[in-house]
């Protein structure tokens, strides 16, 4: 233990609070406390969002926020199921997300139409733009890699969040290409720049539909198998 302490200082500082060492040594409790931390980070962003939307009047800048806040609320319902134990009522949960998630697609496919078709796209004053590559790239990478770790716990609700929160990654990602193109892209780069937000917009697009699919499916394939064992029982 003398080595432990020595070698990593702060895990032995967070070992001797009841909270610290509950988040070091139970995985579900630090699932969930990442759940929250992505919920109250989203906010921020939707907050961020809106208010770029309301000084340089922009409709997609507010448009985005309203996507984001229906994540909001989608991580919110998910918080809420995390302790229920019922794999049955996790499972419906966890379909419920990816219905919400292939409607809430089709909105997102009509921005990025109306984006292509107007040649308009995100526009981050200053050295915004820079800070939003950063979080838009980190939330990707943490997105991905949480979804790897998620698996292990076998739980719809933490599934569904992280899924929810890869899409959130995905769509700062085709935020961060419109604006990218806006700010450094040319007069002359209009083909381009529709091909560009086209592509990725369409990319993003997909795999959302994929995600949500693959959600729904997996839950009803689930749901069915759980209803043919307690009828044999």
Known sequence: ???SKSKNPLRNKLLRTKAGEKYLTDPRFRAEVSLYL????NLLYI??????????????FIA???YYLILAVMRLMLARRLNVRDE????RRYRLCGIMLLFMNQALAGIVVLMVR???????????IYAMATYSFYAVTVAVINIVRIRKHKSPVLSAAK??????ALVSILSLTTAMLTRFGGEDDAGFNRT??????????????????????RANKKLKKLEINNSQT
């Open 196 to 217: 560009m937000t086209a592509s990725v917009g369409g990319g993003v697009c997909t795999a959302v539909i994929a995600m949500a699919i693959y959600m729904i499916c």
């Open 64 to 66: 985005l926020a309203v």
């Open 163 to 168: 899924a929810v929160d890869l899409v959130a």
């Open 38 to 41: 992505g919920l109250f980070v």
């Open 118 to 128: 107007h040649d308009r796209g995100f526009e981050y004053p200053g050295y915004l």
């Open 1 to 3: 233990m003398e080595r």
């Open 47 to 60: 907050a961020v969002k809106l208010a770029s939307g309301i000084v340089y009047r922009s409709v997609w």
């Open 88 to 91: 049955v009522s996790q499972l």
